[in-house]
């Protein structure tokens, strides 16, 4: 890539310092702002002005790749204000791997693969946070992942692990008003209460203080059909031992292992032989041709309110992202979590 004449103003969050054994709190960062050439684009690449990013859990993880020349890396929206790609033309509204900076380049090889140009579902009456959560790859995980290995079934019964989170609380919507039984478990009796009065799950609980095979157990007296699984810890075991002939496990999150838990490692396999069992995960990047599809079922039960869905939108300059998102990991927002540091 050369440098053209025309010039922008890019504030970066770089990593400071990496965090040894502690969360990461607002030392280990530090933001710079230069100014630089606007990038000449290699054939295949974009150039996109950030509006909105995305704080998740696994960044820290990948703080190793934050240094002076590379900024933390995230997911975010935003608008191409450069292309050579024909599929994500200038104007465009974007989503997609950025980094923590103002404006950000993205190639055929880092990062486009997993890039969503949102204008075919862009609905101007919501706002743009929703394509970050319950509209966006969230929103699409849920609604793909159910129908491509769920195979539900009016009558059966559902439980979603981490059911309060930006995943769990749409997967038990929709299993819901397709006839299921639902059940959920939250780390809060608050939790617990908001899916079952505000959400309809037909049975909840905190799997922090009670026992979950108990707890699962009592919730569903005919055995579970589906266990949606957002966690990846030994609840596998528990499911594998409750799901019924020809039950399910759609493996789709690891927050177990974001949180430094021991993987799922269940010892009773034997249970899918036995008991005619599937047991498969889902990673959304392979499907992403049925986007529209997505939007033009679920978008407008999100205006009207028949899908309800939780976010929490931090408005500022970049400076502030690295804040919030240490207190972001210490559980102080309420459902998904994004920072605007600009319009569109
Ligand atoms: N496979 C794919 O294609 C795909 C696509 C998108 C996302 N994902 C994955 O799906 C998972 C869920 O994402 P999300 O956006 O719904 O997460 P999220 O909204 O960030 O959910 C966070 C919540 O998960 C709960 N949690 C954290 N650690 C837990 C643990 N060890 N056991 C049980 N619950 C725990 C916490 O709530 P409590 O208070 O209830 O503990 C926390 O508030 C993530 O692992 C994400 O990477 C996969």
Do not use: C
Not at 12 to 37: M, Y
Not at 223 to 247: K, S
Not at 302 to 322: M, P, Q, R, S, W
């Amino acid at each position: 890539m050369t440098a053209s004449n025309n010039q922008i103003s890019n504030t970066r969050v770089l990593v400071a310092q990496i965090p040894e054994g502690v969360a990461p709190n607002k030392s280990h960062f530090r933001t710079v702002t230069v100014t630089e050439d606007k990038p000449e684009l290699e054939d295949g690449a974009i150039f996109v002005k950030n509006s909105v990013l995305s704080l998740d859990p696994y960044i820290k993880y990948d703080f190793s790749s934050g240094n002076e020349e590379s900024p933390v890396a995230g997911f975010g929206l935003g608008k191409i204000v450069d292309s050579k790609n024909p599929a994500f033309p200038v104007g465009s509204t974007f989503f997609g791997p950025v980094r923590w900076e103002s404006y950000s380049v993205l190639t055929q090889d880092q990062g486009l693969g997993e890039s969503i140009n949102l204008d075919a579902g862009l609905d101007k009456d919501l706002p743009l946070s929703v394509y970050n959560g319950v509209l966006g790859l969230s929103g699409f995980t849920v609604w793909d992942s159910l129908k491509r290995l769920g195979n539900l079934k009016k009558g059966e019964t559902i439980y979603i692990s981490s059911a309060a989170g930006t995943l769990g609380l749409l997967a038990g919507q929709l299993a819901k008003r397709q006839g299921l039984r639902v059940i959920g478990s939250a780390g809060s009796d608050e939790k617990v209460a908001y899916l079952k009065n505000e959400l309809g799950f037909d049975a909840a609980f905190n799997y922090k203080t009670q026992d979950r095979r108990a707890a699962l157990t009592e919730a569903a007296p005919q055995g579970l059909d589906i266990y949606y699984d957002l966690v990846f810890d030994d609840t596998v075991d528990i499911a594998l031992d409750l799901l019924n002939p020809h039950g399910r496990i759609i493996s789709v999150g690891t927050l177990a292992l974001h949180q430094g838990q021991e993987p799922a490692a269940p010892k009773n396999l034997i249970n899918i032989l036995m008991k005619q069992l599937r047991y498969e995960g889902y990673m959304v990047y392979e499907y992403f041709d049925q986007w529209e599809s997505f939007w033009k079922e679920v978008t407008p039960l999100v205006k009207n309110g028949e899908i309800k869905f939780a976010e929490t939108v931090i408005e500022g300059e970049l400076d502030i992202v690295a804040e919030t998102y240490s207190r972001f990991l210490q559980g102080g927002y309420k459902g998904k979590v994004s920072v605007k540091i600009a319009d569109l």
